[in-house]
């Protein structure tokens, strides 16, 4: 199965409310990425975790990492029609250096209700 | 941040015919490129690693002859899907590794806008 799967595939939520992604990877990582992507566009790089880093903050949005259990979550706050979009989770678990690509997850698609 | 760009951002061939896709640091040089394809509703695959000056790294399953990739300077990599069929219709994103040495070493893609093609 393909590493850094997220959780839930979907999700619709109402405007102001908070959005929690989850993602889980496999192998032993440096980091992990979060990206949003507007339907048909390209990446927005949204926030970068190293593998020493249980949490960090980024504006109105939180990541967090547990190595233990190989996961992540993103959480969105006061979440605004604007965040619609597909959040992806990506690693740098090919190599461990970075020095190749990266792991995609399969992605949330997140839905602001106005 | 720093920019990637892509060209064309569509593009619609006939089948057997061969397109190139441009990917370009903007403002800064990438000794690495990487290719992804996207397909519909799902998740960037890596294709390919484009390393300036030297061969490419095809991931498996992916065709080294029919993704010709070409990266002939530090801010421009290319990708040639040569013959190609409605199969190979996908959005195709390139990124550049931007990688800063110190004691405060970065290392991070930048992503282009994507390349949507349609294979008719």
């Known amino acids: 199965s393909q590493q850094g799967e997220e959780d839930p595939q979907a999700l619709s939520i109402q405007e102001g409310e908070n959005a929690t992604m989850n993602c889980s990877y496999k192998t032993s990582i440096n980091n992990l990425q979060w990206y949003r992507q507007n339907s048909g566009r390209g990446l927005v790089h949204l926030i970068l975790?190293?593998?020493?880093?249980r949490e960090k903050h980024s504006g109105r949005l939180r990541v967090t990492l547990d190595t233990s259990k190989k996961s992540s979550s993103l959480l969105i706050t006061a979440s605004r029609a604007a965040d619609t979009a597909s959040y992806f989770c990506?690693?740098?678990?090919?190599?461990?250096?970075?020095?190749?690509?990266?792991?995609f997850g399969k992605g949330t698609h997140l839905i602001i209700q106005p | 941040g720093a920019v990637v760009s892509q060209h064309p951002s569509r593009v619609i061939c006939k089948s057997g015919t061969s397109v190139k896709i441009e990917c370009r640091s903007l403002?800064?040089?990438?000794?690495?490129m990487f290719w992804y394809r996207q397909f519909p509703k799902q998740s960037l695959m890596l294709m390919a690693t484009?390393?300036?000056?030297?061969?490419?790294?095809?991931e498996q399953g992916v065709e080294k002859d029919k993704f010709l990739i070409n990266h002939a300077s530090l801010t421009l990599s290319t990708l040639t899907v040569t013959s190609a069929h409605p199969e190979d219709s996908s959005f195709y994103i390139c990124s550049a590794r931007d990688f800063l040495a110190g004691p405060s070493s970065t290392d991070t893609q930048y992503f282009g806008p994507g390349t949507r093609l349609t294979v008719l």
């Open positions: 403002d800064f040089q990438a000794t690495t």
């Open positions: 990506a690693t740098d678990e090919r190599s461990g250096g970075g020095a190749d690509g990266l792991t």
């Open positions: 975790i190293r593998s020493n880093e």
């Open positions: 484009s390393n300036e000056g030297s061969k490419a790294t095809y």
